[in-house]
């Protein structure tokens, strides 16, 4: 083909996500004349320090200075892959101002500041994608926003943090404890340095609020998403799971209902014949509900090199396309309404309790006495154990609103027949 367009890539961020996307444009380079109908090239990569980065790539495309990718005109498409809030968010905002095309896989910044940009990318006619900001290479955002458009979408739940999804199979399966779990993760690259973000549900927490906004058309911040995270579960309490016929998995759930978005991040019992309950290892799976659809399930590598570089490819040759076809900016922030975030403590849920009784009589008719104060129905109760005077016993909740189990657990905590709470979490029915 001759005399082709070429459509000029800027690269801010050269670590996992940036290389990989620097290896699969170098390798797709002869398919994108017929792909897109022009060149792509990649024309810059913004890094710290160039000296860090020289053996790996060719030094004339290395720059550590912002300004001389936000002054050339020739480039049409910022990928912006070094994550936190700031620069990134200035040189993206800057980036559409200039009339620039931006791809990003930052959750933190689009879960935080999304309106922002898509509002900046709207006024200039400009395209912002950020496919890989949510499940790494599973295609989630494009099929919210364009293939289920003609749905009305009340559940989105995700399993979508590979590192604690790891910690948890690794947990499940071999009946490893938490920290020991944690320890694997870390030796084998999936957990970082520091794992807070992705332990304590943080991490995940972005995802779903990037997902809540689109699905439901309505703005929903990290802010407005409760979390908790995984480490305080032991294999015990799998163990449990496994025997009422549960996995323990760390889902964001986002639901839609008439009383405002429930949106939330917690270790949940999540029964074993749920797809849901299958995804193991480090792999990510989103389950969408439709009114149209009904059920789908998407699911993949969640994160890494070259699954991650996959979405963010994707979106640099939708933009292209967008260009050649002179149609940027066709698909731009879709939250047209204002729904209420229903406060956690209105939220329904069941409950799993792991409790330590003083071993008496009267102790269980206690315990259903202050259940029953709180409106809160037992589905199930097995005493499990029993040493000296103490009995270990595991609860059940039939489906109650999150403010009357914590009143129980206030209750609870206050008598002195209740040795100890030792694990309550919630159950997806
Ligand atoms: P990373 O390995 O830490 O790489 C970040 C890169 O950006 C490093 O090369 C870093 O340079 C560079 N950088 C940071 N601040 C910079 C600045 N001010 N100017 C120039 N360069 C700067 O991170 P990553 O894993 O590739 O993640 C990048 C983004 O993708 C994040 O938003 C992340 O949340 C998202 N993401 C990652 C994955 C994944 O699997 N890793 C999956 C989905 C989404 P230095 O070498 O100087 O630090
Ligand atoms: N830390 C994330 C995970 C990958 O473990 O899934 C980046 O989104």
Redesign the pocket.
């Known amino acids: 083909m001759e005399n082709l367009q070429v459509r000029r890539v800027a690269i ?7 290389k990989g996307v620097y290896k699969v444009i170098r390798k797709q380079q002869e398919e994108f004349p017929y792909i897109i109908g022009a060149e792509l090239e990649i024309a810059k990569i ?4 160039k000296a ?1 980065y020289s053996q790996e790539v060719e030094e004339t495309i290395l720059t550590d200075t912002w300004a001389e990718i936000i002054a050339d005109d020739s480039i049409d498409i910022i990928i912006e ?4 809030i700031e ?1 990134a968010r200035t040189y993206i905002l800057e980036a559409l101002r200039a009339g620039k095309h931006v791809v990003t ?4 910044l689009v879960a935080q500041h999304g309106h922002e940009l898509l509002d900046t990318a709207s006024q200039n006619n400009c395209d912002l994608l950020f496919e ?2 949510v499940a ?1 290479g599973i295609p989630i955002i494009r099929p919210l926003k364009q293939c289920l458009a003609a749905n009305t979408i009340t559940e989105v739940i995700g399993i979508i943090n590979g590192t604690t999804n790891f910690i948890l199979t690794k947990m499940s399966q071999e009946g490893m404890e938490f920290q020991d779990a944690l320890a694997l993760a870390t030796e084998l690259g999936y957990a970082e340095a520091d794992p807070t973000a992705d332990i304590e549900g943080y991490d995940a927490g972005r995802k779903i609020a990037i997902m809540a906004s689109i699905a439901f058309h309505s703005r929903v911040t990290f802010s407005d998403v409760f979390t908790e995270g995984i480490s305080k579960i032991t294999a015990k309490d799998i163990r449990y799971a496994h025997e009422m016929d549960y996995e323990i998995k760390l889902l964001g759930i986002a639901c839609n209902t008439p009383e405002g978005i429930e949106v939330r991040v917690h270790p949940t019992f999540i029964p074993k014949n749920h797809p849901l309950a299958a995804v193991s290892d480090s792999f990510n799976a989103v389950f969408v509900h439709g009114d149209a659809l009904d059920d789908a399930m998407f699911y993949g590598r969640g ?2 090199e070259l699954p ?1 570089a996959s979405a963010v490819v994707g979106d640099v040759i939708d933009i292209a396309r967008n260009m050649q076809n002179i149609c940027t900016g066709r698909i731009g922030c879709t939250c047209y309404k204002s729904l209420p975030i229903k406060p956690m403590a209105e939220v329904k849920s069941s409950y799993y309790l792991r409790m330590q009784l003083e071993d008496k009589p009267g102790t269980l008719s206690a315990l259903a006495g202050v259940f029953g104060e709180n409106k809160v129905s037992i589905f199930k109760l097995v005493q499990k154990t029993r040493d000296n005077d103490t009995a270990e016993v595991v609860i059940i909740t039939a489906p109650v609103k999150e403010k009357r189990i914590q009143e129980a657990i206030k209750t609870f905590s206050q008598m002195e027949i209740i040795r100890k709470i030792s694990s309550v979490m919630r159950v997806y029915d």
């Open positions: 801010l961020g050269f670590g996992t996500v940036g913004l890094v710290r320090n860090k892959v070094m994550g936190g620069p896989a930052n959750k933190d890989a900001s790494g994160a890494g991650t």
